[in-house]
């Protein structure tokens, strides 16, 4: 996170509070429209699996989405350089973010139900700044952790104003992979903060997430190859091309721009919201009732997100 330390009295080793947060500006509004993004598409994800199975919508996905970011960035900096020294940070960050993440969200997402997955999604926040306080990056204050607490009590609400968690099974071995797989999403938040020190967040999404495609492409192709491409209609390809070009290429430029502006812990703040848009765009699209206490409970996700959003992080510098 990009933020400037005032040492008091030269002792680097202080704990030191960051600059006070920026208000609402550009970079919130960015995204907001990435959370609307991204909570339509796990409707629409649901849909375009009736016509393409998971492994070769993945596939499919990541081969249009790693080849338009390239293209994107070449033609926007007209270099892909990274120091020799960042680079296995890069493959690091490529493989936890996209690599390991999406096979791990995409599978979860078949198995289990869009309530469980909102819930669980609910972690991303506390995980990343735990894992922020772990390194020594950035402490949370008290403030911070009640808007946090909020948010999912909030989403808590939603889930059980939308008919209470199902679990069986199935249900359950894909609820386990949502949790593997925001887990993974936070690391990629703390792990992908120094980049954006050193490189615009485009060229990081880019490299990340192109570099995390390659596994992702060889291991569904074989589900490619034998897909009959005559039973995908006119619907299934705008769902693949709505969740490459927008729920990757466009969703993963903001969310890096978000950490390099205003840290990753206020970043997956936003993340909270994925489960209010998501359950508007199911009672547009999929007819599903919108029950008082999901309206309740969106105001509490608000609230908390305001809280945490407006918390002064505390620095702690390396000695």
């Not at 080849?67 to 960042?86: F, N, P, Y």
């Not at 139900?113 to 390194?135: E, K, M, Q």
């Not at 703390?190 to 490299?207: C, D």
Request: hydrophobic share 55%; charged share 10%.
């Amino acid at each position: 996170m990009t933020q400037q330390v005032a040492n008091a009295g030269g002792n680097t080793a202080a704990r030191v509070a960051g600059p006070a947060p920026a208000s609402f500006g550009a970079i919130d509004l960015a995204l907001l429209m990435m959370t609307i993004i991204w909570g339509t598409n796990a409707v629409v994800v649901k849909a375009t699996y009736a016509q393409i199975p998971p492994m070769a919508f993945m596939a499919i996905r990541f081969l249009i989405a790693g080849t338009l970011l390239l293209s994107i960035a070449w033609i926007s900096e007209r270099s892909l350089k990274v120091h020799r020294r960042d680079w296995l940070l890069l493959i690091a960050v490529a493989m936890v973010g996209t690599g390991l993440y999406q096979p791990l969200f995409l599978t979860g997402l078949s198995m289990t139900t869009a309530s469980n997955t909102s819930l669980i999604i609910a972690a991303s926040p506390a995980f990343v700044a735990l894992l922020n306080r772990l390194l020594g990056r950035e402490r949370l204050p008290a403030r911070g952790w009640l808007g946090i607490a909020l948010a999912f009590a909030g989403i808590v609400l939603i889930v059980e104003g939308g008919g209470g968690i199902e679990f069986g099974s199935t249900v359950f071995v894909g609820d386990l992979l949502i949790l593997a797989g925001t887990f993974l999403w936070a690391c990629y938040a703390v792990l992908a903060a120094p980049l954006m020190q050193r490189y615009s967040p485009l060229r990081v999404t880019a490299l990340t997430t192109s570099l995390g495609a390659v596994p992702l492409i060889f291991l569904g192709w074989p589900t490619v190859q034998a897909l009959d491409f005559q039973q995908v209609d006119a619907r299934g390809w705008a769902g693949m091309l709505y969740s490459a070009i927008f729920a990757i290429v466009i969703a993963y430029i903001i969310w890096n721009m978000g950490v390099k502006k205003i840290g990753g812990s206020r970043t997956s703040l936003y993340a909270n919201l994925i489960p209010v848009v998501g359950t508007l765009a199911a009672a547009l699209f999929l007819g599903e009732t919108i029950t008082p206490l999901m309206v309740v409970g969106a105001a509490i996700i608000f609230a908390g997100l305001h809280l945490a959003r407006t918390a002064k992080v505390v620095i702690e510098p390396a000695e």
